[in-house]
């Protein structure tokens, strides 16, 4: 095993263990609903939970614009556009076959059926975990600074979510316990969804695909959820400039995040042919006894660049 190997083989499991320890600081964000257990806490909640939502809209918002930039330097242009779309296209089916995969507000359990509507919140909270956990992977594998900003944006989006969750689950019938405990079981789905990622990122291109289906996948909430939603509460309160305010609020807290670890894009230039001239690779002279282990040489030497961008580090 060469010394090359042995350092590849340590950056993977290095990712691996980040992956897992977003996975379970995301997890524990199902516990937001212990904050808000007195009554005068729950009032305060369900009087500003719109501004919450705009405030974690602002995060995703510019979690889907760096989503889109990792994409298009993976893929081709087309190839990056058609992912978009199936992403977009696939979670709005969802969301109409399956309606609780994502939402925020109590007041959508006015007159529920205890078991029956708590069994579907579960189930679509637990398909949206899964999707987080998918997205984890990738991110982590193109650099570490991108899978700290979207681990952190999923982390604030999903606090929020899970805190409005949580109190749907108390007016559909749940005990304080009991809703707690199964939003937690929920909320464990991310790690299954870690597991697909994890057998779905072998190469750079699926890494690339994923990231691009995210980005589809999380601009159709944007669009289709919460900036509806912030619009009519916008009209009905009034409150058009907090709005604005908490939106741009949201955006320069994880804008700050990608500012406090600098992404180096240290992809460029790999093995993607769409990228153009690759000159810098003829400075490596005579290379005719590697001719039959071209691609995965090259791919050696991405990986390579990548460990040692992360020491510059």
């Known amino acids: 095993?060469?010394?090359?190997?042995?350092?590849?083989?340590?950056?993977?499991?290095?990712?691996?263990?980040?992956?897992?320890?977003?996975?379970?600081?995301?997890?524990?964000?199902?516990?937001?609903?212990?904050?808000?257990?007195?009554?005068?806490?729950?009032?305060?909640?369900?009087?500003?939970?719109?501004?919450?939502?705009?405030?974690?809209?602002?995060?995703?918002?510019?979690?889907?614009?760096?989503?889109?930039?990792?994409?298009?330097?993976?893929?081709?242009?087309?190839?990056?556009?058609?992912?978009?779309?199936?992403?977009?296209?696939?979670?709005?089916?969802?969301?109409?076959?399956?309606?609780?995969?994502?939402?925020?507000?109590a007041e959508d359990c006015e007159g529920c059926i205890p078991d029956k509507s708590g069994t579907k919140i579960l189930i679509g909270d637990a398909i949206h975990n899964i999707g987080d956990g998918i997205l984890l992977v990738p991110a982590f594998f193109v650099s570490l600074p991108l899978g700290i900003m979207v681990a952190a944006s999923i982390f604030i989006h999903e606090f929020i979510q899970e805190i409005s969750e949580y109190f749907i689950l108390r007016k559909a019938g749940y005990s304080h316990g009991r809703a707690l405990l199964l939003n937690f079981f929920s909320a464990l789905a991310i790690f299954v969804g870690i597991a697909i990622g994890l057998v779905l990122s072998e190469s750079l291109t699926t890494q690339g695909f994923l990231l691009a289906l995210s980005a589809g996948i999380y601009l159709q909430i944007v669009m289709h959820d919460l900036f509806p939603s912030i619009i009519s509460d916008s009209r009905t309160s009034g409150n058009v400039w907090r709005h604005i305010g908490l939106f741009m609020l949201g955006v320069v807290v994880i804008a700050s995040v990608g500012l406090l670890t600098p992404h180096s894009h240290e992809h460029d230039g790999g093995d993607h042919d769409d990228h153009g001239d690759h000159d810098d690779h003829d400075d490596h002279g005579d290379n005719d006894d590697h001719d039959d282990h071209g691609d995965n040489d090259d791919h050696d030497d991405h990986r390579l660049d990548k460990v040692s961008d992360h020491i510059k580090r």
């Open 1 to 105: 095993m060469t010394c090359i190997n042995i350092i590849l083989i340590y950056h993977t499991c290095m990712t691996e263990i980040y992956i897992v320890i977003a996975g379970m600081i995301i997890t524990f964000a199902s516990f937001g609903g212990l904050i808000f257990i007195t009554q005068s806490s729950r009032r305060w909640l369900t009087k500003n939970m719109s501004f919450l939502i705009t405030f974690s809209t602002g995060i995703l918002f510019v979690t889907v614009v760096s989503l889109f930039g990792e994409a298009f330097e993976f893929l081709s242009s087309n190839t990056a556009l058609i992912a978009i779309i199936i992403g977009f296209v696939g979670m709005w089916i969802v969301q109409i076959l399956i309606p609780e995969t994502h939402h925020h507000h």
